[in-house]
């Protein structure tokens, strides 16, 4: 069973910067990707940015150039660089990894962390 575990978070203003991370109980190597998704009210959830194995990484077309993703593979860890912050990028953010196997598909989610933009 993968187990993510999110830090970060918070209330911050417009234009300022914040970083998430998730450490991961399971090696990169083991994942087909790991990345963040993002909920706001009333909104479904939707991909921010994840790197996926092999294949470099991807990103919404609303946070391109504002947000980074990167990994450390000794930590076990992926975070998330937020910088200039919109009061649209309030939203529970979610660390996602999934693995394939056997032509399944297994989706893990850490439990989510709040990210408040204030204008």
């Known amino acids: 069973q993968v187990q993510l575990v999110e830090s970060g978070g918070g209330l911050v203003q417009s234009g300022g910067s914040m970083r998430l991370s998730c450490t991961v109980s399971?090696?990169?190597?083991?994942?087909?990707?790991m990345g963040w998704y993002r909920q706001a009210p009333g909104k479904e959830r939707e991909l921010v940015a994840a790197?996926?194995?092999?294949?470099?990484?991807t990103y919404a077309e609303s946070v391109k150039g504002r947000f980074t993703i990167s990994r450390d593979d000794f930590k076990n860890t992926v975070s998330l660089q937020m910088n200039s912050l919109k009061p649209e990028d309030t939203a529970t953010y979610f660390c996602?990894?999934?693995?394939?196997?056997?032509?399944?598909?297994?989706?893990?989610w850490g439990q989510g962390t709040q990210v408040t933009v204030t204008s």
């Open positions: 996602h990894a999934d693995q394939l196997y056997s032509g399944n598909e297994y989706n893990y």
């Open positions: 399971v090696s990169f190597h083991s994942l087909n990707s």
């Open positions: 790197i996926i194995d092999g294949r470099g990484t």
